[in-house]
């Protein structure tokens, strides 16, 4: 994402003063709107969406979460490493979920069976809840 995020961050810009970059990045985040819509559709058809979100509200959390704008402030303004971006990805779309279907806040804290990546073990259905990371420093932004 960090070249699709620099590329529409040039666009939004050059959308405030030409009309057809303006079209253009409309068009652009309405595909991004539909395309990403289609993950809180597949969470609702398998049960997985928590029943107090309708799925309008959470399509449009998941439009605001994977939003290039917000890699790019994340990324590269406050210059967060890739993998603590995912972790807070991942953590922040768990909300989306129902109760007990969260994943870890930090997968490398997980005991083997519990679904560790880097273990050869085989992974449990379900994950444990979220756990704080091990830094001590919140994933959440608005939590220095």
Do not use: C, K
């Amino acid at each position: 994402m960090d070249r699709s995020s620099a590329i529409l961050h040039v666009l939004a810009t050059a959308a405030q003063v030409d009309p057809d970059a303006a079209g253009l990045l409309a068009e652009i985040r309405r595909q991004r709107h539909i395309g990403q819509s289609r993950i809180i559709t597949a969470l609702d058809a398998t049960g997985a969406l928590d029943p107090g979100l309708d799925t309008a509200e959470a399509a449009d959390i998941v439009y605001a979460l994977l939003s290039p704008d917000v890699h790019r402030i994340l990324t590269i303004e406050r210059g967060w490493p890739a993998d603590r971006y995912e972790r807070w990805i991942a953590r922040f779309l768990a909300t989306l979920l129902r109760t007990g279907r969260h994943p870890p806040a930090n997968p490398e804290a997980m005991p083997p069976a519990q679904g560790n990546p880097r273990s050869s073990a085989p992974a449990a259905a379900t994950h444990a809840p979220s756990q704080a990371p091990e830094s001590g420093r919140s994933e959440n932004p608005g939590q220095a």
